[in-house]
């Protein structure tokens, strides 16, 4: 988009220096903006993206849940602090979560 732009700046400043006229000014623009794909179709290709995406999160959640039992878990055994398992609880589900939306992104 910002090649276009630039091209775009190109014309506006030839057409002022008077080396292309109004007429192949509209010309250009018109034909670098119909060069530009429709959002309507961009989004169409990449709705089929986003759910394969979505589709692939609900094991990951799941997985994050059954992780975040084990470690609280583990941890309430092993020491016996409720504290200490909470805050590795919480430590493990930001982690995940991160890990989350990272994969979202691609």
Known sequence: ???ILDDMRRLDAAHARGEITAVDLAAA???LLDSVPDASEASRSAAPARRARRATIWPMLLLCVMVVTICAGAALVLTGDLMLSATLAITVLAA????LF???DG
């Open 29 to 31: 623009k018109a034909k």
């Open 102 to 104: 990272r994969q979202l």
């Open 1 to 3: 988009m910002t090649a």
């Open 96 to 99: 995940i979560t991160i890990m």
